[in-house]
């Protein structure tokens, strides 16, 4: 089980998260993109992930962790039951998206001469 103030907590760990309102529920974002929202009322949290990590999660998970049912869901959005997922989990499932929405920089190798 994630409680809600660990969802905040290990969403504003990553550097230059920001918490902001979206809609009806808190959104948690990284240079002005979601990846990541937190809906109370339901206590499920909703993630941007990379297909093949929403396929992994899903997979292994099917019943806590499943894609959002229509479009968004093909787009990589994928629901977290906050009741049954465990921490390690959900950690790890919140830094795939974090990744997918801001992955790395590539750093350039300037060739010698």
Known sequence: ?????????????????????????????INKKIFATLNIKENRACLKLSLIDQDVFSTTNANIIFPVPNAWGKQGWTL???????????????SCAFENVNPPKKVSKKKSA
């Open 1 to 29: 089980m994630v409680t809600v103030a660990e969802v905040k907590s290990f969403a504003l760990a990553f550097e230059n998260a920001a918490e902001l309102p979206h809609f009806e529920v808190t959104s948690f974002r």
């Open 80 to 94: 977290v039951d906050l009741k049954k997922v465990r921490k390690s989990v959900f950690k790890d499932a919140l």
